[in-house]
């Protein structure tokens, strides 16, 4: 098919407009595929690829050509900044097609809402919570607004896989559906998909079409990456190897010029951060937004020691819309070199200009996440850019494992090379058991549409391919217990509704979220409005936001408002952060580095010294060939390069399966990475027992302690403690993952 030609003239203009020469390999594939098949579209595609415009390009040719008689395309994102980006995007496309581009999400007027609903055309641009709230509250309308809808596009769909979030999004596909009497066919976009079959089922499933992956040759990587190491303090690795008489290696790639007259950086990792920023746009990528503030107060405070001006911008989930927009903006639209300081938040694929370099605090917690951030630079023909600055403390003079391992170095090169030599990043979250999103959908379904027999909520809900896991005895359950709770109530027809208890829950606007919360706080100084904290200090301490200090002047319990003025200084911020979860992969990828000797072209002397010391000190503690390392008399410390979820199946099953017959005690452990206890037990009894324990005939729910209820999702304060103890068990522990690691325990294991 010459898809070029059969794009719309618009289309075309387009095209000419901005000069391309050719389509791209996944523009080319796209069109085949949207043109000629009826079928759901797959397309995984490297960041900047033009994924967004090989979706679009097509829909809206056939939208011009045959325009629908309401919304004709769904286009569904987990960012409101990332909708606002291609909402400016697809408006300079359309801008003479005649189809109308709207938004919808918490941050939109009114005004631009109700012209939407007086005529409902083109392309509607929405997250996964507001178009829950849209179910709930505009049920009615749906047939009106989507009765000829004919595409969803799922933008960023691999941030939708291992969550609850992703499975109430295909939930209210399936519900909108439904209710609008349309199948519509669905688009997934990602440039970071492990595995596209499975992705592509999730996409088919409850559509009754197969989903075409169009397989585009890849061009070849060009990647400028650097890793480099750093201790809080001196001496630096390379220092130490120095001073051992230990031969170093030369640097992947020379350092750059700094300002020697510049006064020291007090945080060395920092102040090389802050060197290698300087004359560029930068993204500085941070785990957490307690880190991200540490951060930018750092850098701005060294800006101000030079007597520089500030070129350091922050944007995180908790800063004010002003705050987040007006960094996007600066970085888009600003001439200057300005580094934005971030989290996840500025991940994905919002326009922020042409980046020159990304930098990453220690290792993110997924490849997923290493190459969306990555992907942030490299536009416009040039290499992508990532430089890794792993922070670390000296160990203590007579510390010993398993405080000596770089658990962050060892964290980034495991990521970029899983990549690099196998192409593997994240799959679905398979084998969850959703009950959390069960109390959710529910009562949604309900809000929404009224009275409902048990028969037609349980043909409503269990029907949704999210809860093929769920059986019918599952959900009686669930609906006794929420009559008893008064979540639901029985009318004299002997219908359910909801509750007086459920109308608490239901009439929040937090309802519509299906991801955890914290109880947050505004904070204001004056007129303006920063962001918003967890548990505010007193009157007259201080707290960090947007990259500053302020005092607190006053706290209003009743509307969680924090009044306060700004102050010169760093303080720790907090947020009610939460690690991520690794997978297992990446862990076995961790624990091969430790007995290789293979050097990697892209870490810097620091990083190269530090990971052969480590290499040396590994071979003399015997960390690389047995998972269990004797610290010293009944001391041990077991390192079972397990994911997270089977890390955490493995310490309850220590805990509650293996402690009496080892004579277990004084447990401790660091997930996912190492647990330290001592016992009456030797080595060999340790994998003997634990191996013979494995073998039995155990249940999952067999590693729950008695009368526990693990909370664990949003909703799971609502569920009966016996859903609430097998979805933890069954969906959450990876009991499997444990017992496969059990079976190959041993010295010279794993090899």
């Not at 929404?448 to 048990?454: D, K, L, N, R």
């Amino acid at each position: 098919m010459d898809v070029f030609s059969r794009y719309a003239p618009f289309v075309q203009d387009f095209i000419y407009r901005n000069q391309w020469q050719s389509l791209r390999g996944i523009q080319a594939a796209a069109g085949e595929a949207i043109f000629g098949t009826d079928d759901n579209v797959l397309l995984a595609a490297s960041t900047a690829s033009g994924k967004t415009e090989a979706a679009f390009f097509p829909i809206l040719t056939l939208l011009s050509e045959n325009p629908p008689a309401t919304v004709g395309c769904l286009y569904v994102a987990p960012l409101k900044a990332l909708i606002n980006d291609q909402f400016l995007r697809l408006n300079d496309l359309l801008d003479e097609a005649g189809i109308p581009v709207w938004h919808w999400h918490g941050d939109v007027s009114d005004s631009h809402k109700r012209k939407l609903m007086k005529k409902p055309s083109g392309i509607l641009q929405i997250t996964p919570e507001s178009l829950e709230a849209m179910l709930i509250r505009r049920h009615s309308e749906l047939p009106r607004l989507f009765g000829d809808l004919r595409f969803v596009v799922i933008d960023e769909i691999h941030s939708f896989l291992r969550g609850d979030r992703g499975m109430q999004t295909f939930c209210l596909i399936e519900r909108l559906g439904r209710a609008a009497g349309v199948n519509p066919r669905r688009i997934g976009l990602s440039a970071t998909i492990g595995d596209p079959e499975a992705v592509g089922r999730l996409l088919s499933a409850g559509t009754g079409r197969d989903t075409l992956i169009p397989r585009v040759k890849a061009l070849g990587m060009k990647w400028r990456l650097s890793v480099e190491h750093f201790y809080k303090t001196p001496p630096q690795a390379a220092e130490a190897e120095t001073a051992a008489g230990t031969p170093l290696e030369a640097e992947a790639q020379p350092d750059e010029p700094v300002d020697d007259h510049a006064p020291a950086a007090a945080d060395p990792g920092f102040g090389y951060i802050y060197e290698h920023t300087k004359g560029r746009k930068c993204l500085v990528f941070s785990n957490s937004r307690e880190e991200c503030e540490e951060v930018t107060s750092t850098l701005r405070g060294y800006c101000e020691a030079r007597h520089e001006p500030d070129r350091f911008l922050i944007h995180h989930g908790n800063l004010s819309v002003a705050y987040r927009e007006s960094a996007e903006f600066a970085m888009k639209e600003d001439d200057r070199p300005l580094t934005t300081c971030t989290t996840a938040t500025l991940e994905l694929g919002i326009d922020i200009g042409k980046l020159e370099r990304a930098f990453q605090i220690d290792a993110p917690w997924t490849v997923s996440g290493f190459l969306q951030r990555m992907g942030r630079t490299g536009r416009r023909g040039d290499p992508e850019e990532m430089w890794f600055v792993i922070r670390e403390e000296h160990a203590e003079a007579r510390a010993i494992l398993p405080e000596t391992v770089p658990w962050r170095l060892l964290q980034a090169i495991a990521l970029v090379q899983l990549y690099l030599e196998d192409r593997w990043v994240e799959p679905p979250r398979e084998g969850r058991l959703p009950f959390s999103l069960l109390y959710h959908q529910t009562m949604s379904t309900l809000t929404s549409q009224g009275e409902m027999t048990a028969p037609e909520l349980a043909g409503r809900i269990l029907t949704l391919s999210p809860f093929r896991t769920v059986n019918q005895d599952d959900f009686r359950c669930l609906l006794e217990h929420l009559l008893e709770t008064d979540q639901l109530q029985r009318t004299e027809n002997g219908g359910f509704i909801v509750g007086l208890a459920g109308e608490r829950v239901v009439n929040s606007f937090k309802f519509y979220a299906v991801f955890q919360e914290n109880e947050e706080y505004s904070v204001r100084c004056d007129s303006q409005e920063l962001g918003t904290i967890v548990k505010p200090p007193p009157v007259g301490d201080k707290i960090a936001i947007a990259g500053r200090v302020w005092v607190v002047e006053e706290i209003d319990q009743k509307r969680r408002e924090v009044y306060c003025y700004p102050v010169k200084g760093t303080i720790p911020a907090y947020f009610g952060d939460v690690p991520g979860d690794l997978h297992t992969k990446i862990l076995e990828r961790m624990h091969a580095l430790v007995s290789q000797t293979e050097t990697y072209a892209y870490l810097r002397q620091n990083a190269a010294a530090r990971l052969a010391s480590f290499r040396r000190e590994a071979a003399h503690t015997g960390i690389a060939d047995r998972p269990l390392v004797c610290l010293g008399g009944r001391m041990y410390c077991l390192f079972p390069w397990l994911g997270t979820y089977a890390f955490l199946a493995l310490e309850r099953f220590l805990k509650l399966k293996c402690a009496k017959r080892l004579g277990l005690r004084g447990f401790n452990s660091a997930r996912p990475y190492f647990m330290q206890f001592s016992m009456d037990a030797d080595e060999e009894e340790f994998y003997f027992i634990l191996k013979d324990e494995a073998a039995r005939d155990f249940s999952p729910e067999d590693l729950l302690y008695p009368k526990e209820v693990p909370i664990f999702d949003k909703y799971d304060e609502y569920l009966p403690e016996a859903l609430v103890r097998r979805g933890f068990a069954c969906g959450v522990l990876d009991v499997e993952g444990m017992k496969a690691r059990i079976r190959q325990m041993g010295p010279r294991w794993m090899l």
